[in-house]
């Protein structure tokens, strides 16, 4: 384990190769339920790089019209989300430290050319949650700054099975995707990289 900043946690191989297999193999049968789509930047429409879906009560979606938000349905499908696996909750049980359970658990799929500008994710009203994030599949180069655009980045080389936990002092400092490592990983028969984002959108009551 390294703290990279305070609050920001990096923990390098937390699942081993096994699990990481059987993670996949549950997000296949969370992709055929609630299929991967494109979102689109709010006003431009601009569409993302990555494609994504969601698990759990609810689900980060992005559009032109609506913006940024969470809601309880599929935007395609105008389905719930499927649940969270119990996997990815007892890692959030086991290192975020906080009482209450994550509601939305992203699903992120980078192909080898896919990226994700430097963003703060402050769309949720538990900010005193933190945000966990877990690598599948090809390597990424993961920059992170402080808490304005235009403090000073650094990087580091995240690898499948990789956690990093974004909380406390860390919270809402801007973090990125700056470019996928092809053929880094042989976990996804096709490359590329998946990342599984929870967070807890809600103030407990």
């Known amino acids: 384990m390294a703290e990279l900043a305070p609050g920001l946690i ?5 699942f081993d190769r096994a699990q990481q297999q059987q993670l996949v193999e549950t997000l296949r049968d969370i992709v055929k339920e609630a ?3 494109t979102p689109q ?6 569409p993302f790089s990555v494609r994504m879906t969601n698990c759990g009560s609810l689900g980060w979606v992005s559009d032109r019209l609506g913006g940024y938000r969470y809601q309880a349905h599929h935007p395609l499908t ?3 989300w499927p649940a969270i696996p119990e996997r990815i909750l007892t ?4 290192l975020a430290g906080y009482p209450n359970l994550p509601e939305a658990c992203l699903v992120n799929y980078y192909a080898p050319n896919a990226r994700m500008g430097l963003h703060q994710d402050r769309d949720e009203l538990a900010l005193d949650a933190p ?31 990789d956690v990093v936990l974004i909380g406390g002092a860390s919270r809402l400092i801007f973090h990125g995707i700056e470019r996928v490592l092809p053929g880094t990983s042989t ?11 929870l967070r807890r959108v809600t103030l407990p009551n």
């Open 41 to 46: 930047m709010p006003k431009t429409g601009k």
């Open 10 to 14: 990096y923990l390098p191989t937390y």
């Open 131 to 161: 945000v966990l994030s877990v690598s599948l599949g090809d390597s990424a180069l993961f920059r992170y700054g402080g808490t304005q655009r235009k403090d000073r980045t650094k990087s580091i080389r995240l690898h499948s099975g």
């Open 187 to 197: 976990l996804l028969a096709d490359g590329g990289r998946i990342n599984l984002t």
């Open 35 to 37: 299929p991967l789509f």
């Open 91 to 94: 890692a959030w049980r086991d």
């Open 78 to 80: 105008g389905l719930a």
